[in-house]
């Protein structure tokens, strides 16, 4: 049992350490929301690169809300003719937020 006990707790630990590594949470929940298939943090893809989305944005205190709702929805014009579809219902609004949130943190 003492065992079980120190090896699981060892497992948590290398989790935690592992996901620091990572950065955040965010950018795994990017991945799991299929974000990553078109954006990378500092590399365009099909969409813009985060780091250049959050560097056009910056000092914008309005921005995050309308970005919320751009990603809900979906749109296309800013960066390009290539649409971002919408994000919505697939996507849960507070981790869109969360999302919208780190993005413009980068
Ligand atoms: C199928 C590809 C695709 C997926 C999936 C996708 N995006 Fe996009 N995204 C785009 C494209 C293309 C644009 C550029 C749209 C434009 O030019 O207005 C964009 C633009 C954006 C922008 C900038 C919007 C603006 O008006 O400046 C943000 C922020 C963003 N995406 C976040 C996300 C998040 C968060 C997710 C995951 C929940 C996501 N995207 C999923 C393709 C995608």
Sequence with gaps: MQL?????????????TASAIAGSGAEALA????CLLCHGVDKKVLGPAYKEVAAKYKG???VEAKLIQKVKAGGAGVWGDMPMPPNSPQVKDEDIKTLVQWVLSL
């Design 4 to 16: 079980f006990n120190k090896t699981l707790l060892a497992t948590a630990l290398l989790v935690a």
């Design 31 to 34: 991945q799991k929301s299929g």
């Design 60 to 62: 914008d205190k309005s």
